[in-house]
């Protein structure tokens, strides 16, 4: 089995560093949309909007890397450098990275790190938007919510991700295929 050498830990460094500051960076639009959407009741549905932003490190590492714990780690690390960036969060932040970079690792987990494709990019964003629902289930309230807000919820979270974490990150990783910066085969 592979394993992580020095220049697969300066790229999850790296992937963690520019993360970092793009999820600190997003902090003012998720204020911006919490403002706009608490008026009518949806003021918590911002952090569904959002998710998918907060957790692109993941899949972009473990994608790129290919090796177990790197789409973890890139997730986990990039909520490190968000929170030394002086994010408004708090410690807390430590424990969604945790959760995120979780949710990012099953998808691959799932195709035994042997496949890097549309479908692991896809599987990956699935289980984020699982796992970092559930946690905000318990964390945020949302088994308060309506059955039809508690879906609601769950299927933006859900397009988030897929647009950010599955969409963009391809996006992203062709883009570096094609400048020759990295090999993905």
């Not at 490190?80 to 691959?108: H, R, T």
Request: charged share 10%; glycine share 10%.
């Amino acid at each position: 089995m592979k394993k992580l050498h020095v220049r697969d830990i300066i790229l999850i460094a790296l992937i963690a560093i520019i993360f970092g500051l793009i999820y600190l960076a997003s902090d003012g639009l998720y204020n911006v949309l919490t403002a706009l959407l608490t008026p009518v009741g949806y003021g918590m549905l911002a952090n569904d909007i959002m998710m998918g932003i907060w957790c692109m490190a993941g899949p972009l590492a473990g994608f790129l890397v290919r090796l177990p714990g790197a789409a973890f780690l890139g997730e986990f690390l990039g909520s490190c450098v968000e929170l030394l960036a002086g994010e408004q969060w708090g410690a807390v932040n430590l424990i969604s990275g945790a959760v995120q970079g979780l949710g990012c690792e099953l998808g691959f987990t799932f195709t035994s790190y042997h496949r890097y494709n549309w479908f692991t990019l896809f599987l990956s964003a699935t289980t984020t938007t699982i796992v970092t629902y559930l946690y905000d289930f318990i964390k945020n309230g949302y088994s308060y919510f309506s059955t039809f807000n508690m879906i609601f919820y769950f299927v933006v979270r859900w397009l988030s991700m897929l647009l950010f974490t599955c969409v963009l990150v391809k996006l992203i990783i062709n883009l570096l295929v094609k400048a020759h910066v990295v090999q993905t085969n």
